[in-house]
């Protein structure tokens, strides 16, 4: 068994592969020439049709590869590469997986197979395909597996009504690093989080035996099809029922390979043309100190500052899955500071509480382009500035990668030619500090174009579906990937270029509702909580809350900084404020959001910007003017913000 700093990453596909050198006759395989590899010290090889078809599909055999091989003769045949590695007896772990990548981007890259793959499984082999299947279900053409093993707790656990195998059971425990009570208790068997295979329909086919004792369909493929089918996933299930079995109903003849042959080739056949994600990111000035964290100090903090889209499940649960998986060795702190309809204003003044606070991060994602549409440009610019010269000035080592999401806007105005403000101000500030930049925004837009999804099957409102989120995590993903470096001697300290705008909000940090001095109709609630059945959201409720609900209420706010605001909760009796900052004219400002009347919604209020670093007051009182749609002039304070 591989001990982990074997293959811990392998450095992330940084290995130097060694393929063997040209064939003779005595490397056939069924009258076929077969290439041997050495792939990060395990053998590997890939059978080469006379013939190959346009595109290079191929076929990857994932366990028992000289068994049953009808079909990858037909295949040969008509035009298909099969291919294989060997990490026997690691049964689907996530370090076998591993090892996968590092042969699919062998066999993509240096010998331009085609992007998207047939696995074929047999038997245990299932636990390998549907592993690295649902790591990569873009990548997927079609899966065919024989007499699958889709619960490990089946076989070789014996758990169910298989008699399983104690041997392999302790053997799976080891090389999976488990105890009895968390194998039983693993929740990523072929069987389970199958989401994303069916959001890209990858067509699923099993030939069982009905009389299979060792891995029982009732426990094994009937379980995965109910559960794939309920999630949209087209699967069949074909009983082999002819022919003498062995191995207590598990070993069968094939009895149509020729028809299975076209279930591959159907669906792996012609080649579609995927656009590939490196296309949208940039690398920048990398992640070195990242991966020096991961793979020196093997101790690393990833947080995620965003709105909705980086807290809903999804794409991050996958980025930290990845990383834990791709870094085994690792000790990974994950800080989740997602929070729905948050944009670059609130994550500014955000950032300290939220993530700083909690101590060193190693690698912070910043996505705030779909919630600052409507926001001006000057303010996500000394916004998104702010952020990171925050974030590089808590700690110079922090390394930091900023992301643009999508939003039907943005792929209306790449329709007339245009570039969303959004987009060009998350990009200019990516480039000016020589950060690490995904334009999601851009790569949606294509591949709707391309016909590799639909906004209306993959994207909910604006928030990516199951479809959508994949396309989110292996984007990401490539971008980690292409950061990697064949190794980490050093760090290096950020040297923060001068400012894009002098006034960005680099020292934002929330100021307490106690530091008001309210004059009249204020008061200070210990934990509010609406009656009125709308929907809330987590940190805008049952939380001290400094509200006014009538018309002259008055307070003042002193604070020190160049700028400041107000995080308000408004509901659907909002009214509207009018403040003045050091005594000039009064400017009013309606609370009411387009969303009254659903929820009551976090929204932040930059009232004094660009001041000189001093002492300042900002005076605010309820108007007796109130927005038509309002039921009242309520102005609910959570917190006052501010740049000191």
Same mark, same amino acid.
């Given at each position: 068994m591989l001990k982990p700093k074997h293959y811990i990453i392998l450095l992330l596909l940084t290995v130097a592969f060694a393929?063997?050198?040209?064939?003779?006759?005595?490397?056939?395989?069924? !009258?076929?020439?077969?290439?041997?590899?050495?792939?990060?010290?395990?053998?590997?090889? @890939?059978?080469?049709?006379?013939?190959?078809?346009?595109?290079?599909?191929?076929?990857?055999?994932?366990?028992?590869? +000289?068994?049953?091989?009808?079909?990858?003769?037909?295949?040969?045949?008509?035009?298909?590469?099969?291919?294989?590695?060997?990490?026997?007896?690691? @049964?689907?772990?996530?370090?076998?997986?591993?090892?996968?990548?590092?042969?699919?981007?062998?066999?993509?890259?240096?010998?331009?197979?085609?992007?998207?793959?047939?696995?074929?499984?047999?038997?245990?082999?299932?636990?390998?395909?549907?592993?690295?299947?649902?790591?990569?279900?873009?990548?997927?053409?079609?899966?065919?597996?024989?007499?699958?093993?889709?619960?490990?707790?089946?076989?070789?656990?014996?758990?169910?009504?298989?008699?399983?195998?104690?041997?392999?059971?302790?053997?799976?425990?080891?090389?999976? #690093?488990?105890?009895?009570?968390?194998?039983?208790?693993?929740?990523?068997?072929?069987?389970?989080?199958? %989401?994303?295979?069916?959001?890209?329909?990858?067509?699923?086919?099993?030939?069982?035996?009905?009389?299979?004792?060792?891995?029982? &369909?009732?426990?094994?493929?009937?379980?995965?099809?109910?559960?794939?089918?309920?999630?949209?996933? &087209?699967?069949?299930? #074909?009983?082999?029922?002819?022919?003498?079995?062995?191995?207590?109903?598990?070993?069968?003849?094939?009895?149509?390979?020729?028809?299975?042959?076209?279930?591959? @080739?159907?669906?792996?056949?012609?080649?579609?043309?995927?656009?590939?994600y490196t296309n949208y990111v940039k690398t920048a000035g990398g992640l070195n100190n990242f991966y020096y964290a991961v793979t020196v100090k093997k101790k690393a903090t990833v947080s995620f500052l965003g709105g909705s889209i980086t807290f809903n499940p999804g794409w991050r649960d996958k980025i930290c899955k990845y990383l834990k998986e791709t870094y085994p060795e690792t000790d990974f702190h994950f800080i989740a500071a997602g929070i729905p309809s948050l944009g670059s204003l609130p994550h500014a003044f955000r950032l300290q509480r939220d993530i700083l606070d909690s101590g060193k991060t190693d690698l912070l994602f910043v996505e705030a382009a779909v919630n600052d549409r409507g926001t001006d440009s000057t303010t996500q610019v000394r916004a998104l500035e702010g952020i990171l010269r925050h974030a590089k000035l808590s700690n110079p080592m922090m390394d930091v990668i900023m992301m643009a999401f999508v939003d039907p806007q943005k792929i209306d105005n790449y329709a007339k030619g245009k570039v969303s403000p959004e987009l060009l101000n998350h990009q200019l500030v990516a480039g000016h500090y020589n950060l690490p930049y995904v334009n999601l925004a851009l790569e949606v837009n294509d591949k709707i174009k391309n016909k590799e999804l639909t906004w209306a099957d993959d994207f909910?409102?604006?928030?990516?579906?199951? #479809?959508?989120?994949?396309?989110?995590? %292996?984007?990401?993903?490539?971008?980690?990937? %292409?950061?990697?470096?064949?190794?980490?001697?050093?760090?290096?300290?950020?040297?923060?270029?001068?400012?894009? +705008?002098?006034?960005? @909000?680099?020292?934002?940090?929330?100021?307490?509702?106690?530091?008001?001095k309210l004059d009249k109709g204020w008061s200070i609630h210990p934990k509010w909580n609406p009656r009125d059945g709308l929907s809330t959201r987590p940190g805008f409720v049952d939380v001290p809350m400094l509200i006014a609900t009538e018309p002259g209420s008055e307070l003042t706010l002193p604070f020190k900084g160049t700028a400041a605001g107000i995080a308000v909760v408004a509901g659907p009796d909002a009214g509207i404020i009018s403040y003045s900052v +050091? !005594?000039?004219?009064?400017?009013?400002?309606?609370?009411?959001?387009?969303?009254?009347?659903?929820?009551?919604?976090?929204?932040?209020?930059?009232?004094?910007?660009?001041?000189?670093?001093?002492?300042?007051?900002?005076?605010?009182?309820?108007? +007796?003017?109130?927005?038509?749609?309002?039921?009242?002039?309520?102005?609910?304070i959570v917190n006052f913000f501010v740049n000191r």
């Open positions: 393929p063997a050198k040209a064939q003779d006759k005595n490397n056939l395989w069924k !009258g076929f020439e077969k290439v041997q590899l050495n792939i990060a010290g395990h053998d590997a090889y @890939y059978v080469k049709p006379a013939n190959p078809l346009p595109g290079n599909p191929w076929v990857w055999r994932t366990s028992f590869p +000289d068994w049953h091989t009808e079909m990858d003769s037909i295949l040969l045949a008509k035009g298909f590469y099969i291919a294989f590695i060997n990490v026997d007896n690691q @049964y689907g772990a996530p370090n076998a997986i591993n090892f996968y990548d590092v042969f699919y981007k062998y066999l993509t890259t240096q010998v331009a197979f085609a992007p998207k793959v047939a696995m074929e499984a047999v038997s245990r082999g299932a636990l390998y395909a549907y592993a690295w299947a649902k790591r990569n279900p873009d990548k997927v053409t079609c899966i065919y597996a024989e007499t699958p093993v889709c619960d490990f707790k089946s076989w070789p656990g014996g758990k169910l009504k298989s008699p399983g195998d104690a041997a392999a059971w302790n053997e799976l425990k080891q090389v999976y #690093h488990f105890t009895e009570e968390q194998a039983l208790a693993y929740n990523d068997n072929p069987i389970d989080n199958l %989401e994303g295979l069916a959001s890209f329909r990858v067509p699923i086919l099993h030939t069982i035996s009905l009389e299979d004792k060792l891995a029982p &369909p009732a426990e094994n493929s009937d379980v995965l099809a109910k559960r794939y089918i309920a999630l949209g996933g &087209p699967i069949s299930i #074909h009983p082999i029922t002819q022919g003498s079995l062995e191995l207590q109903g598990h070993h069968f003849t094939v009895d149509r390979p020729e028809y299975y042959a076209n279930f591959i @080739y159907n669906n792996s056949y012609p080649v579609q043309k995927i656009l590939p909910k409102d604006i928030h990516p579906w199951y #479809h959508g989120q994949e396309i989110y995590f %292996e984007t990401m993903k490539a971008l980690l990937q %292409e950061c990697v470096a064949a190794n980490y001697t050093i760090q290096v300290k950020a040297v923060l270029p001068k400012p894009i +705008d002098k006034a960005s @909000y680099n020292n934002g940090s929330y100021y307490n509702i106690n530091n008001a +050091d !005594g000039g004219a009064y400017k009013e400002l309606d609370l009411l959001t387009e969303f009254y009347s659903w929820i009551h919604l976090g929204v932040y209020h930059l009232l004094a910007d660009n001041l000189t670093n001093g002492n300042h007051t900002i005076r605010i009182k309820i108007s +007796d003017k109130k927005n038509s749609q309002s039921k009242g002039h309520v102005c609910r």
